[in-house]
């Protein structure tokens, strides 16, 4: 079966397959526009990681030889920039709760809100010294129960 699309959107799929795989690769070789929604190559589960969205990314990258031509999601500033928008915050008044420095950290640095790290996930506290400035979040906490008092709520 010949397969159409003119945009092959990549997320996390719990369900992925070879055959959702060789489908979206047709797309992308007959000229579908290639979206990513958020590029974490892994999701934290309580006892290790499962593939994320980057990670099944990774399988039609190296197929396809292409590049995402969009990433809407983390670590692009987008899908944050409409969502404050949407709202009417203004990022200096808005905060980003992530547990990965280089994507969730890095994001809401870059859109001047305040970056807040949860211990839960994949970073830890000794990874934040030897992160890039831009990479290093206004907050660490241990957990996710912990964000209002981060926040002063």
């Given at each position: 079966?010949?397969?159409?699309?003119?945009?092959?959107?990549?997320?996390?799929?719990?369900?992925?397959?070879?055959e959702k795989l060789d489908g979206a690769l047709q797309c992308l070789n007959a000229g579908a526009k290639f979206i990513l929604a958020n590029s974490d190559p892994t999701l934290p589960r309580e006892h290790g990681a499962s593939p994320g969205?980057?990670?099944?990314?990774?399988?039609?990258?190296?197929?396809?030889?292409?590049?995402?031509?969009?990433?809407?999601?983390?670590?692009?500033?987008?899908?944050?920039?409409?969502?404050?928008?949407?709202?009417?915050?203004?990022?200096?008044?808005?905060?980003?709760?992530?547990?990965?420095?280089?994507?969730?950290?890095?994001?809401?640095?870059?859109?001047?809100?305040?970056?807040?790290?949860?211990?839960?996930?994949?970073?830890?506290?000794?990874?934040?010294?030897?992160?890039?400035?831009?990479?290093?979040?206004?907050?660490?906490?241990?957990?996710?129960?912990?964000?209002?008092?981060?926040?002063?709520?």
């Amino acid at each position: 079966m010949e397969k159409r699309a003119e945009f092959v959107v990549c997320g996390l799929d719990r369900q992925v397959n070879y055959e959702k795989l060789d489908g979206a690769l047709q797309c992308l070789n007959a000229g579908a526009k290639f979206i990513l929604a958020n590029s974490d190559p892994t999701l934290p589960r309580e006892h290790g990681a499962s593939p994320g969205s980057g990670a099944i990314a990774a399988c039609l990258v190296c197929a396809s030889g292409r590049k995402p031509d969009a990433v809407v999601g983390k670590p692009s500033l987008y899908l944050v920039r409409e969502l404050l928008k949407l709202h009417g915050v203004r990022a200096r008044d808005a905060a980003l709760v992530g547990d990965r420095l280089e994507i969730d950290i890095r994001m809401a640095n870059a859109a001047g809100m305040k970056s807040v790290l949860v211990l839960t996930g994949v970073a830890r506290r000794s990874d934040v010294g030897r992160a890039p400035k831009g990479d290093r979040p206004w907050k660490i906490i241990g957990s996710a129960a912990e964000i209002g008092k981060a926040l002063g709520i």
